[in-house]
T-cell receptor, first 115, second 116 residues
Framework: GDSVTQMEGPVTLSEEAFLTINCTYTATGYPSLFWYVQYPGEGLQLLLKATKADDKGSNKGFEATYRKETTSFHLEKGSVQVSDSAVYFCALSDGYGGSQGNLIFGKGTKLSVKP | DAGVIQSPRHEVTEMGQEVTLRCKPISGHNSLFWYRQTMMRGLELLIYFNNNVPIDDSGMPEDRFSAKMPNASFSTLKIQPSEPRDSAVYFC??????????????FGQGTRLTVV
């Protein structure tokens, strides 16, 4: 079945460091891809998305590019801030040829940014 | 729009009691998901509905758990009887599914359940 694999955490960085969180997927169809963020004590919020190959999603300085050839959707940010400390989830939603609408999440990567 | 609304936000109950969690999805959305989040197991999909019909309930832990969606604007997740290992944060999410393309889901704030 469809699945998402993202890098294990926790990830600890200093402020202004470069961030990469790796995410790869397996899917039978042509999925849409998402990154969600969860701040402490809150629900998940959509950070960015991409719905077709080579699309780049971006928001709040974060970016991720849909790479169909490598089945990847890595999250990047050039300069992290303390306020970016949160748990980040990669997710996919089945597309053409997939199942009936499941939304599948990776295990999450906890990011801590130190001042 | 008020977003996905879950109630209660916190629930503390004694082992053996029945617990009912409630969710009001965003108006117009036709898919609804229930997730459970714990430190040990992360975010787990329990069940999801399309157009009020349960599509996949393979994530429901056991017969003590049941979920219903009697109409497009309301869903419940019931645990009877509750056990301490059910303690977790339960999230409801909804989205609009059009054709074969997957859209993003919107999450509620969650219900933190503690079974003592």
């Amino acid at each position: 079945g469809d699945s998402v694999t993202q890098m294990e955490g926790p990830v600890t960085l200093s402020e202004e460091a470069f961030l990469t969180i790796n995410c790869t997927y397996t899917a039978t169809g042509y999925p849409s891809l998402f990154w969600y963020v969860q701040y402490p004590g809150e629900g998940l919020q959509l950070l960015l998305k991409a719905t077709k190959a080579d699309d780049k999603g971006s928001n709040k300085g974060f970016e991720a590019t849909y790479r169909k050839e490598t089945t990847s959707f890595h999250l990047e940010k050039g300069s992290v801030q303390v306020s970016d400390s949160a748990v980040y989830f990669c997710a996919l939603s089945d597309g053409y040829g997939g199942s009936q609408g499941n939304l599948i999440f990776g295990k999450g990567t906890k990011l801590s940014v130190k001042p | 729009d008020a977003g996905v609304i879950q109630s209660p936000r916190h629930e503390v109950t004694e082992m053996g009691q029945e617990v009912t969690l409630r969710c009001k999805p965003i108006s117009g959305h036709n898919s609804l998901f229930w997730y459970r989040q714990t430190m040990m197991r992360g975010l787990e999909l329990l069940i999801y509905f399309n157009n009020n019909v349960p599509i996949d309930d393979s994530g429901m832990p056991e017969d003590r758990f049941s979920a219903k969606m009697p109409n497009a604007s309301f869903s419940t997740l019931k645990i009877q009887p509750s056990e301490p290992r059910d303690s977790a944060v339960y999230f409801c999410a909804s989205r609009m599914r059009t054709g074969s393309r997957g859209t993003e889901a919107f999450f509620g704030q969650g219900t933190r359940l503690t079974v003592v």
